[in-house]
């Protein structure tokens, strides 16, 4: 993809997120109405719309093939699901961050199987279809070797709340010698793409794995 096009996708993500966010902190109470401009201006030119996460767990082998992995995750731009699903800012098929159901104070990184009002079909030919609710999701791991009890996803804990998802991981390190992009639905590919380009920091993702 040509650089002038890459930042022409990254401009428009940009705007959605600072244009999200703003209006998210406004109707929290966190910034008053006549700031909503400033605040926006101040995130267009000074957000980040990714940040760094290291992954401790081995249940998304082999998508991140390492247990201990620096991951760069792309937020999303609102808390709200409504929101959130009316820009495609998740779908199914993408590797999210999210909330531990099991540990509330824990993240945990799985692949979106279904999203809200969508049928999940298991593999077990006993289980029926079913349908996840409208504010809901359901993650799998991507360890086909674990059983379902070692995989720790919604087989186990169900479904979770889609303001759960923390974000979307777009590129794995394990090295400066071992890392790449992860793959996720083609629905946010240019953006992505985009936003790795333009936000991605080998150097400072090496030092978090260092760490």
Not at 46 to 64: A, C, R, S, W
Request: charged content about 30%; glycine content about 4%; proline content about 3%.
């Amino acid at each position: 993809m040509k650089w002038d096009r890459l930042f022409l996708h990254y401009g428009q993500a940009k705007l959605v997120y600072s244009a999200s966010l703003s209006i998210t902190k406004c109707l929290s109470g966190e910034i008053a109405h006549n700031d909503v401009w400033r605040y926006f201006r101040r995130a267009l030119s000074m957000e980040k719309m990714t940040y760094l996460y290291k992954n401790e767990d081995q249940e998304m082998v082999p998508t991140i093939p390492g247990k201990h992995e620096t991951l760069l995750i792309r937020k999303l731009p609102s808390p709200n699901h409504e929101f959130r699903l009316h820009y495609d800012q998740v779908s199914v098929g993408d590797v999210v961050l999210l909330k531990n159901p099991l540990e509330s104070d824990k993240l945990i990184v799985r692949r979106l199987a279904a999203l809200g009002g969508q049928q999940m079909v298991s593999t077990d030919e006993k289980d029926e279809p079913f349908f996840t609710d409208y504010d809901e999701c359901w993650v799998l791991s991507d360890n086909n070797k674990l059983t379902a009890k070692e995989a720790k996803d919604s087989r186990t804990f169900g479904p979770v709340s889609l303001m759960d998802i923390m974000g979307r991981v777009l590129y794995r390190f394990r090295s400066i010698h071992d890392h790449g992009v992860v793959n996720n639905s083609n629905t946010n590919a240019k953006e992505d793409s985009a936003v790795v380009r333009f936000e991605l920091d080998l150097n400072e993702m090496q030092k978090i794995s260092e760490a």
